[in-house]
């Protein structure tokens, strides 16, 4: 430390350190730890006594032109593309994809919005981006990537509940329980979803279904819900039987409904609708063939009063 410590040992004429010829010396003065040696190459590279290292000129000479380039490609927009081409063959590219939570949507559609090429490094993979592409996707609600290094992306995806199939002319959309559309009906279990019809049918339909489902029986028979001149609905079962309900007192129609099915089976005879929009009367259309055979009944019938022997008396 006495060779750092400037002013000491030497009488006022005494020449102390210099930098390229600027004096140095200060009385009393002891430079921090850290400059040290620093200064003491500067000093002896002002003094001359300084040697350079063997090969320093084309280390230096590397060095600027490794930082020329680097700056170079900073300016040009590149430097992400460096980044992910050095790190991707030093063992870091992408190399497998986990994707959880996903039930109708296909991974395939997932893989297509991380946008990978082979060589995409984990390093400079933008795991954000990734993820608001994939929320654009129909059945996706919410969606989270993450880096799992040193070389996969763990993606968990939250999907949109179905509530029903919606049908519009021929058209045929899976929708919410809010009546936003998520996608196109696709087929699958899809087909078991209710069947809703009609404009404003998407709005009416969560409040009727839960009535609905009050009478279980009822409901396995559906196959459609058909909403009438935004007024009223008409039910479609499987056999073909179609029930007209009214505007007003829908609930009190479909309780009688289910007791009359219960006390008499009319659902399960040969008509083809019933028309319960009068408060007073319930109307039962016969279907072609049950006419037919109902017409011919009531032509047989004069005949065999005819037929019938006199009583004498």
Same mark, same amino acid.
């Given at each position: 430390?006495?060779?750092?410590?400037?002013?000491?040992?030497?009488?006022?004429?005494?020449?102390?350190?210099?930098?390229?010829?600027?004096?140095?010396?200060?009385?009393?003065?002891?430079?921090?730890?850290?400059?040290?040696?620093?200064?003491?190459?500067?000093?002896?590279?002002?003094?001359?006594?300084?040697?350079?290292?063997?090969?320093?000129?084309?280390?230096?000479?590397?060095?600027?032109?490794?930082?020329?380039?680097?700056?170079?490609?900073?300016?040009?927009?590149?430097?992400?593309?460096?980044?992910?081409?050095?790190?991707?063959?030093?063992?870091?590219?992408?190399?497998?994809?986990?994707?959880?939570?996903?039930?109708?949507?296909?991974?395939?559609?997932?893989?297509?919005?991380?946008?990978?090429?082979?060589? *995409?490094?984990? #390093?400079?993979?933008?795991?954000?981006?990734?993820?608001? /592409?994939?929320?654009?996707?129909?059945?996706? +609600? &919410? %969606?989270?990537?993450?880096?799992?290094?040193?070389?996969?992306?763990?993606?968990?995806?939250?999907?949109?509940?179905?509530?029903?199939?919606?049908?519009?002319?021929?058209?045929?959309?899976?929708?919410?329980?809010?009546?936003?559309?998520?996608?196109?009906?696709?087929?699958?279990?899809?087909?078991?979803?209710?069947?809703?019809?009609?404009?404003?049918?998407?709005?009416?339909?969560?409040?009727?279904?839960?009535?609905?489902?009050?009478?279980?029986?009822?409901?396995?028979?559906?196959?459609?819900?058909?909403?009438?001149?935004?007024?009223?609905?008409?039910?479609?079962?499987?056999?073909?039987?179609?029930?007209?309900?009214?505007?007003?007192?829908?609930?009190?129609?479909?309780?009688?409904?289910?007791?009359?099915?219960?006390?008499?089976?009319?659902? *399960?005879?040969? #008509?083809?609708?019933?028309?319960?929009?009068?408060?007073? /009367?319930?109307?039962?259309?016969?279907?072609? +063939? &049950? %006419?037919?055979?109902?017409?011919?009944?009531?032509?047989?019938?004069?005949?065999?009063?005819?037929?019938?022997?006199?009583?004498?008396?």
């Amino acid at each position: 430390m006495s060779a750092l410590k400037w002013g000491q040992g030497k009488g006022k004429g005494a020449a102390g350190p210099a930098l390229f010829g600027m004096p140095l010396s200060f009385d009393h003065f002891v430079l921090p730890r850290l400059l040290r040696r620093p200064v003491r190459v500067l000093a002896r590279l002002g003094e001359g006594d300084f040697e350079a290292p063997p090969y320093c000129a084309a280390m230096l000479s590397a060095a600027l032109l490794v930082s020329s380039s680097a700056y170079g490609a900073y300016l040009g927009g590149y430097s992400d593309a460096i980044v992910q081409s050095v790190t991707a063959r030093t063992g870091f590219a992408v190399d497998q994809v986990k994707v959880v939570g996903n039930r109708e949507t296909s991974e395939i559609d997932i893989l297509d919005r991380l946008e990978l090429d082979g060589w *995409t490094s984990l #390093i400079g993979f933008d795991a954000e981006a990734a993820r608001e /592409r994939i929320t654009t996707l129909p059945w996706v +609600e &919410a %969606a989270a990537v993450r880096k799992v290094y040193p070389h996969t992306l763990e993606v968990r995806v939250e999907e949109r509940e179905p509530f029903a199939l919606w049908q519009q002319g021929s058209a045929l959309s899976v929708i919410e329980k809010s009546g936003t559309v998520i996608a196109p009906f696709s087929g699958g279990k899809q087909i078991l979803l209710p069947l809703i019809i009609g404009t404003d049918a998407p709005a009416k339909a969560p409040d009727f279904l839960a009535k609905i489902k009050n009478y279980p029986e009822l409901a396995a028979r559906i196959k459609g819900y058909i909403r009438i001149g935004e007024r009223r609905w008409d039910l479609k079962l499987e056999n073909g039987i179609t029930i007209k309900l009214p505007e007003d007192g829908e609930d009190q129609a479909i309780a009688d409904l289910v007791r009359m099915d219960h006390e008499n089976g009319l659902l *399960t005879r040969d #008509i083809a609708a019933v028309d319960m929009r009068l408060s007073d /009367r319930l109307v039962v259309q016969l279907t072609p +063939e &049950a %006419a037919t055979q109902r017409q011919a009944a009531l032509d047989e019938k004069p005949k065999m009063l005819k037929r019938k022997p006199e009583t004498k008396i």
